[in-house]
C-alpha cells in the first residue's frame, strides 16, 4: 500500500511519511510479501514507545504484536535507527530549524548526595603512620606490659 488513511491522531501524515520512507533500507527478504506495510508496522513501534505499553499490547491495526516488535529490535540491531535519526537530525539542522544551543541552570542541575558537604566518615579518614606523634595507642595495656 501507498497511502494509509491515518487512523490515529499521531500516525504518520502522507508528508512525515514522504520524508522518512526514502531513509529507509530497503527490504532484502525475498519470498512472499508481508501482510503489513512498512508504514502500518513503524506507526505501530510509535504508538507503542509513545504510550510505554508492552509489546503485546499493541494495536491489530498496526500489524501483529511479533511483527512490530521483530522490525523493531531488527533495526536497533543493524544501527537503521541511529541512521534514519542522523538524517533526520542533518536535514532539520540544513533547513535551520535545530538550535543547538545548551543552557545550563543551577535550578535544573541537582549535586549528588554525596557532593553535598558532608563530612567524612569511614574509610576516608587520613591515615597515620605506626609510631609518628599523631597516632594514639590504641592499646595502652600493651605499652604498660612492654615497659
Known sequence: MDTLAVTRRFDLTDAQWAV???LLPAPKRPGRPSLWSRRQLIDGIRWRIRVGAPWRDV???YGSWSAVYALFRRWQRNGTWQQVLTALQARADAAGRITWD???DSTSVRAHQHAAGARKRGLCRPNHPAGSASSRTIMPWVVLAVG
Do not use: A, D
Request: cysteine-free; aromatic content about 0%; charged content about 10%.
Open 102 to 104: 545548551v543552557s545550563v
Open 20 to 22: 522518512l520512507e526514502p
Open 59 to 61: 494495536p491489530p491495526q
